[in-house]
Nanobody, 134 residues
Framework: HLQLVESGGGLVQPGGSLTLSCEISNTGITLDYYGIGWFRQASGKERVGVSA???????????DSVKGRFTISRRRRDNRKNVAYLQMDSLKPEDTGVYFC??????????????????????WGQGTQVTVSS
């Protein structure tokens, strides 16, 4: 069973930066086979995939609107504990929303595609609010 805990959200002015963290722990099988996605949900809107990283950390995907501004990464502490990061720079008001990290062993991540259907991810964090406003 996986547990995901996000942190790092907050209020920032346009042009500012935030780094979101997602602590992932697993009491079952190794995390080495799990891809990780970051999703954003703006108020009154559907949850949208923003970025994803594959199980080995060498393939990353970004939605067009965040390319060049966001950077996803993951750090392996051991085979049952990982930390995923989403470094967000040059933030814009349209980046505002609740950000969720999610993990699943069956997701697909390429440089041009991520599994975007939220129902394909079995494990979710509680979300962290990001507000970009002056």
């Amino acid at each position: 069973h996986l547990q995901l805990v996000e942190s790092g959200g907050g209020l920032v002015q346009p042009g500012g930066s935030l780094t979101l963290s997602c602590e992932i722990s697993n009491t079952g099988i190794t995390l080495d086979y799990y891809g990780i996605g970051w999703f954003r949900q703006a108020s009154g809107k559907e949850r949208v995939g923003v970025s994803a990283i594959n199980s080995s950390g060498d393939v990353k995907y970004y939605i067009d609107s965040v390319k060049g501004r966001f950077t996803i990464s993951r750090r392996r502490r051991d085979n049952r504990k990982n930390v995923a990061y989403l470094q967000m720079d040059s933030l814009k008001p349209e980046d505002t929303g609740v950000y969720f990290c999610a993990a699943d062993a069956g997701v697909v991540v390429t440089e041009t595609y991520m599994t975007e259907d939220p129902t394909e991810y079995d494990y979710w964090g509680q979300g962290t609010q990001v507000t970009v406003s002056s």
